[in-house]
């Protein structure tokens, strides 16, 4: 067991700074499903809201329908005026969803727009794309390694602890 101040200091920073990591991390990726008010009773989500090149989104809607779909590109983005939707949903089909594939070209923050056209009903959500990640997987280690690093791990404790024994 160790005895050190200093260490335990170490040790107790150290699980203070991966907690805090994971929290962040947690805040970054989280996204959820409705944000903030939607007076207009129109609201639009994208799930998920971060996907790699060649995965797949799906645009959500509910109360409304025939609604038109929009990608435009840019946080906070609107579609340009008189611009072509990339997807509509049939009149009386509430909730909708439609799903989209990421393409290379599409790398990037995007903001998804569901529009009823001629109203003031619409809502957007927001869509990151990612370049695809490369298969970086390694096999299982072997028994042999396994038990090599456990008997590594092992002596350090023991070193550590012999050490700390003979400490003034």
Known sequence: MIHSRPA??????????????ILATGAVLAHPVSEGSHASGCIVTVEPGSVAVGGQFTVSGQGFSGASIFLVKGVGASPAEGATPDATTPEGTTPFSVTFTAEAADVGDWTVWGLLPETEC????????????????????????????LVLGVGIALGLRRAASRAP
């Open 122 to 149: 619409g809502d957007s959500d927001s869509l990151t794309v990612t370049a695809a990640i490369p298969n970086t997987a390694v096999p299982a280690p072997s028994l042999a390694a396994t038990i090599g690093w």
């Open 8 to 21: 335990l200091r170490r040790g107790f920073a150290v699980a203070i700074g991966l907690a805090m990591a």
